[in-house]
Every structure is written in structure tokens, then in C-alpha cells.
């Protein structure tokens, strides 16, 4: 189903559901404010940056360390920013955008976050159904077919509550970090040597044909920064309710800043954790080309002495892909509502995004082999690399706007400092870009003009958009494109009186409900409207025969329609009936359509989440096909 977002609010099901100001003490009240960094922290340590981190720790050994502490801190800053702007705005970054752009540069932003939010959850499919692979040794088209089954998993969780949610997140986040303290003392690492990775260097590689540091180096930051992580930031800080005073916004920054600080650093704990555990045992060991997550798996169990590590190690990257996966799917529905206004079923949300997943995954391993793999997990980091800007940029742009921000716009230095990073982001992911477009069109050959057709242009064009975003609010200063409330100008209501209904349709289904139903209609019409009671015969033979059935159910159906018309006219109501035959959601809109009916009155089933898909909604869909109002009632 199909509809604006009317609430306006950012994620709007969990929108100040957490109430800060009714906890008492400082300690509860940062525990309240924690949460929503740790969803942000697990795109941080997706099945993505596995493999940058695996690369760099067995070719180069600990002496990258220093630049997954450096994307950590920028990272860390980004994330501030985005907090910053749905704390005091009351916005998130897609909202931010669409009040923002004209409607044209604002739909190309919107298609290329959607692209961004397909490509990450790509990656977390793939690291899925190698992690199911290398447990229980299921092939990848099948791992990858069984990911849809987590379609329903975050509605299930969300249905509880945002901080329910916030706890299972966390819950994974300490599984993946146990697993890999466990790692860490199976690898036995020197610690001077860690501590000698944090200083600044680019090593040269042991393989004279291997990939630089600089390259690696540039992989492993184009991998962590993810931009729908910025997108969602800015939206689940609005799930707290705090105060709106000066004290009390400048209370949520600093506890948000707090929050993030500590839930990225253990993403960088586990990010470390992996480098080093690449670096103690293929490195040390002189295997210095190991970038492939099932190679660094299957060398592992030999290479440690213990059978328990590959395992923990498989486990720990389903969990990272569970958990990614599900932040993924939030940052689908806020992108879509923020840039679009528009809300589509969840599960169906969802359902799309892993869909498109799945597709070229499924396609790959069909048509070229699970050896290919590898090289579509690369080919999602260089989507998400094209993306980036696109959400850092804006972002930046809308924190240092004194207009949107107020008394807390960023200042002069912060603002600095954030271009710097925007320009190293930028900067690199568009070298790691270019150079995988070379690399694909020296490998092409005669059919590198594929790629002069597609891709090259499709980068020009994002390159071209990126400058414009950049530029014209730096060149030209110009107003909100957006009324002053959500739902556009305030009208006046007009209200007319006098409306009453000369006939009024009532479905019925032989429940308790039908009493509360037909009571509900009677006293829409009183006695001097019209009635029709309207049933719909849905067994097999109706669906085939339709009014040519006269099965036992049908003749029931009929006395008991029989005995509500004798009941309500002796009651002093003019009523009629009418049965239908086959699908609800057809036969009913038929029947009232030529009844010439002015009002609808229906009883909710009452069906909740599974039984909703499993027996479907009725209601969403004869109020759709119907030309009158409809009243719904519910016992």
C-alpha cells in the first residue's frame, strides 16, 4: 500500500518513544540516550570491510592500523554531524535534502541513495551465505536464496520497540567482539607491534605484483564510512524525547557525541581485531595475498592449531551480516520517506531491497560461478565509493547553515575540519573508483565499449551532480524549497453541514463483529436510510461457479442472511441483502460500486503480522477500489 508519510515525523512508528526527560539521574539519562549509535556502528564492521581489513593484515601486517584509526575519527565526526542535524533540526538527511533541492536534483539523490542502500545490502548478503558455507558447508546459491527468509526478522523486532531493537543490535555487536577476543588469543599477537602500526606509513608489498598500501589503504576507508549510515543517524536520534530548551538540545549533542564515541570505537575495536588476526597469522606466516574471506577461513583452523577458530570465525560473520542487514533496511524506509514522502508497507520495503540483492548475486553464481564472488563484493564498494559524496556534502552544507541550525550551526574550525575529510573521502573513493573502471576496461578488451556506454557515463554524470551539490549553495544562497509544515500550506477547514446517507452497505462475516458492525451503521443512517448487507461466499466452488454454487455453505450463508433481514426489519430498518461470491477483495467493491451505496461500513478482522500475509488485508484493498467513504470499525 501506498502513501504519504502524513506524520511528517522521521521513522514515525519509533519518533520520541523514548522519553529522557522521566528519567531520573544523570547515569539513566545517558543510558537513555544510548542506543542509536550502536544500529550506525555495525555498518562499520559489515562483511565489506572484512575483507579491506583481511587484505591489508596479510599483506602489510599491523602497519595499517593507523589508517582504520584515521577513518574511525572521521567517521566519528561524520556521525556528530548527522546527530547534530536531527537533534536540532528535527530532520533527518533525506527530509533535509528534499526541503532543500529542487525536485529533479533531489530524485537523482534519491536514486542514487537507493542504489547505495541495494549495494550495501548486497554485501551483507554475500557475507551471509559465505558464512553459511563455511559452517555448515551450503552451497552460495543456496546461502543466498535463504537470505530472504530475514525479510520478516526486523518487523518482528520493531514491533517491540525501538529499544528492544537497540538491544538486539548490541547483543550481536558483543558476539561479534567476544568471537574475535577469542580469535585474538588463539592468534597470540606481539604487541609491540601493534602499537607500531599506529604510526603513519606506507609499507612496500612483499609481492611486487600485489596491490599497494596506498590501494588498500584506500579500500579500507572507502569501506568504512557507509552514507546510508548518515542517513539513518539523523533519523533514530529523533527516537528520543527530550526537552526542546536551549540546555536540553545542547544535553542531547553531548550525550549523542558521547554515544557514538563509544559504539565506534568498538566497531574499530572489531575492525583492529580482524587486521590483526590477518596480520599474527597469514602475514606472519609469509601468505601475504590473502584477501578472500572463505581463504582466510580455510587457513585458519592449520595455521592456529584449533578447529574451534574457523567456526567462530564463520559465526561472527553471519552475525555481522544479520546485523548490517537489518540497520539497512531502516535506512531504506527513512530514505524513501524522507526524499519521497512516501511510505510503502514495510515487509514489502524490505522484501525489494533484498531482492535486489539477491538478483545479481544469484545471477552471478549462476552465470559465471562462485569463484566471481569475491569480485561482486568489490564491485558494491565501488557503488557505495560513487555515493558517498552525495550524502557527506548536503550534510555538511546543512550543519554549517545558520538558517536550519540557529545558536547550533557548527563552527568555523568544525566546519574546516569537516571539508577536510569530505575532500580525503571524495578524494580517495574517486581514485578507488577510477581505477577499478581502468581495470574493467582493460580487462574487457575489444568489449570495453560496454563500459564506455554505462559506466563511464553514469560517473561523469555523478561527477557532474557531486559538483553542483558542492557548489551552489557555497555560490548562490537561496530559501527553503518547502512550506512551513510537513503537509505544505495550512488550509482552513471548510466543513459542511448537513451530510447525511441514504444507503449504507454493510459486509458482514458471521462473527461476533457483525453486531458491532451493523450497530455502527444504524446509527450513521438511523431508521430512515437504506441498508444492504453484503456477504461474500469464499469457498472453492464459489471462486469457480460463482452465483451458480448451492453447496451447504452457500445455503447457510443465505439463512443467515435470511435472519439478520427478519431481525432489523422487525427492529424497523429497510434493509436488503445481497451475497457475493469468491475473493472478498473483488466481490465486494463490485457489489458496492453498483449498489450506488453513499457509505461503507466494514468490521476489522483484527489480523496482525503473519496472519495479515498469510490471509491478507481486505479492508486496504476495497477501500481502494471503492468510490465512497468507509468506515471501519474495530471490537
Given at each position: ?48 570491510n ?46 533535509a ?31 551471509m551465505?559465505?558464512?553459511?558455507q ?42 561479534i ?83 557514538s ?8 575495536f ?32 592449520p ?72 569480485g ?21 552544507h ?89 503537509h ?14 441514504n ?15 451493523i ?34 455453505e ?82
Amino acid at each position: 500500500m501506498r502513501k504519504s508519510n502524513h506524520s511528517g515525523k522521521s521513522l514515525s512508528e519509533a519518533y520520541q518513544t523514548v522519553d529522557i526527560d522521566s528519567k531520573r539521574g544523570i547515569g539513566n539519562k545517558i543510558l537513555a540516550f544510548m542506543g542509536p549509535a550502536y544500529l550506525i556502528s555495525v555498518g562499520y564492521m559489515d562483511p565489506g570491510n572484512w575483507a579491506t581489513d583481511i587484505a591489508g593484515g596479510s599483506t602489510f601486517g599491523y602497519k595499517l592500523i593507523w589508517v582504520l584509526l584515521m577513518s574511525n575519527l572521521i567517521a566519528l565526526l561524520l556521525q556528530s554531524l548527522s546527530s547534530r542535524l536531527g537533534i536540532v533540526s528535527g530532520r533527518d538527511l533525506a527530509q533535509a535534502s528534499r526541503e532543500t533541492y529542487s525536485p529533479i536534483v533531489n530524485f537523482m539523490l534519491y536514486i542514487l541513495a537507493e542504489i547505495a542502500i541495494a549495494a550495501c545490502d548486497l554485501a551483507e548478503v554475500l557475507g551471509m551465505a559465505i558464512g553459511l558455507q563455511l559452517l555448515c558447508g551450503l552451497p552460495l546459491i543456496w546461502g543466498v536464496s535463504l537470505t530472504v527468509l530475514d525479510t520478516l526478522l526486523l518487523l518482528f523486532l520493531i514491533n517491540y520497540g525501538i529499544r528492544k531493537l537497540e538491544a538486539f543490535i548490541i547483543t550481536l555487536i558483543a558476539l561479534i567482539g567476544v568471537s574475535f577476543l577469542i580469535e585474538m588469543f588463539f592468534a597470540k599477537p606481539v604487541l609491540a607491534d601493534i602499537l607500531q602500526g599506529f604510526i603513519p606509513t606506507l609499507p612496500t608489498n612483499p609481492n611486487p605484483l600485489g596491490s599497494t598500501s596506498l590501494y588498500i589503504a584506500i579500500g579500507i576507508i572507502g569501506a568504512t564510512v557507509m552514507p546510508h549510515n548518515l542517513y539513518l543517524h539523523s533519523s533514530l536520534v529523533q527516537t528520543r524525547k527530550f526537552e526542546r530548551t536551549p540546555k536540553g538540545i545542547l544535553r542531547a549533542i553531548k550525550y549523542n557525541i558521547l554515544d557514538s564515541t563509544i559504539a565506534l570505537n568498538l566497531a574499530f575495536f572489531v575492525n583492529c581485531a580482524i587486521l590483526v588476526l590477518a596480520a599474527a597469522t597469514f602475514f606472519h606466516n609469509g601468505m601475504f595475498d590473502v584477501a578472500d574471506i572463505s581463504q582466510a577461513h580455510s587457513f585458519l583452523a592449520p595455521l592456529l592449531g584449533s578447529k574451534l577458530a574457523p567456526i567462530i570465525f564463520a559465526v561472527a560473520l553471519i552475525v555481522a551480516g544479520q546485523s548490517s542487514t537489518i540497520t539497512g533496511t531502516l535506512a531504506g524506509q527513512i530514505v524513501m520517506e524522507g526524499f519521497l514522502n512516501l511510505r510503502i508497507q514495510p515487509w514489502l520495503r524490505r522484501l525489494i531491497t533484498r531482492l535486489l540483492a539477491i538478483i545479481p548475486a544469484l545471477l552471478t553464481i549462476i552465470f559465471i560461478g562462485e569463484q566471481a564472488i569475491g569480485g561482486l563484493l568489490i564491485l558494491s564498494q565501488v557503488i557505495l565509493s560513487i555515493q558517498l559524496g552525495f550524502a557527506i556534502i548536503p550534510l555538511i552544507h546543512f550543519v554549517g547553515d545558520k538558517h536550519k541550525m540557529g545558536v547550533y550551526v557548527i563552527k568555523t574550525p568544525m566546519k574546516i575540519l569537516a571539508w577536510i575529510c569530505a575532500i580525503i573521502i571524495v578524494g580517495l573513493n574517486a581514485k578507488l573508483m577510477t581505477d577499478q573502471i581502468n581495470d574493467w576496461i582493460t580487462g574487457a578488451g575489444e568489449h570495453a565499449y560496454i563500459y564506455y556506454l554505462t559506466v563511464v557515463p553514469i560517473a561523469i554524470l555523478s561527477g557532474i551532480l557531486l559538483l553542483f551539490i558542492t557548489l551552489r549553495p557555497l555560490l548562490l544562497k537561496t530559501k527553503l524549497i518547502t512550506a512551513k509544515t510537513p503537509h505544505g500550506t495550512i488550509q482552513k477547514l471548510d466543513l459542511r453541514p448537513g451530510i447525511s446517507y441514504n444507503k449504507i452497505a454493510i459486509t458482514i462475516d458471521f462473527s461476533n463483529m457483525d453486531s458491532l458492525t451493523i450497530s455502527a451503521a444504524t446509527k450513521q443512517g438511523g431508521k430512515d436510510a437504506n441498508y444492504l448487507l453484503i456477504h461474500v461466499v469464499e469457498t472453492a466452488g464459489a471462486i469457480f461457479m460463482g452465483n451458480e454454487i448451492n453447496d451447504l455453505e452457500t445455503l447457510a450463508d443465505k439463512q443467515q442472511l435470511q435472519s439478520y433481514l427478519y431481525d432489523l426489519n422487525q427492529m424497523g430498518y429497510n434493509v436488503q441483502v445481497q451475497l457475493g461470491y469468491g475473493n472478498p477483495k473483488k466481490a465486494i467493491p463490485e457489489i458496492v460500486n453498483k449498489s450506488n451505496a453513499d457509505l461503507l461500513v466494514m468490521g476489522a478482522h483484527g489480523h496482525h503480522l503473519m496472519k495479515d500475509i498469510i490471509f491478507g488485508t481486505t479492508l486496504d484493498s476495497v477501500r481502494h477500489n471503492v468510490k465512497i467513504p468507509v468506515l471501519i470499525v474495530k471490537g
